[in-house]
Nanobody, 120 residues
């Protein structure tokens, strides 16, 4: 059964750090993404990592967040440093793969999310 499970969220003061984990089962991870959704706002892409380890970040988190992967554990992580109140959101792990040669979405899996709350 395909499953993504996030963990590591919690309450932290501004300037603190958290490390989020995403454990995948039922499939082998390829390209992986972290999204977040704050109250009253649309879900936004925070960080992405390819199967080869290339990363990309939203401008709002560059220099503060680091995404990584452990293929042996079939997991992806998001290290969040110098957290700000505006980082408060539910963070979601996403696995999405598109076959560009034939233009087919092969899969688009989502976890249940983990709450991150940053107090001022």
């Amino acid at each position: 059964q395909v499953q993504l499970v996030e963990s590591g969220g919690g309450l932290v003061q501004a300037g603190g750090s958290l490390r989020l984990s995403c454990a995948a089962s039922g499939f082998r991870i390829n390209a992986m993404n972290w999204y977040r959704q704050a109250p009253g706002k649309q879900r936004e892409l925070v960080a992405a990592i390819t199967s080869g380890g290339r990363t990309n970040y939203a401008d709002s988190v560059k220099g503060r967040f680091t995404v990584s992967r452990d293929n042996a554990k079939n997991a992806v992580y998001l290290q969040m440093n110098n957290l700000k109140p505006e980082d408060t959101a539910v963070y979601y792990c996403n696995a999405k793969t598109i076959n560009l040669r034939v233009g087919v979405l092969e899969y688009d899996y989502w976890g249940q999310g983990t709450q991150v709350t940053v107090s001022s």
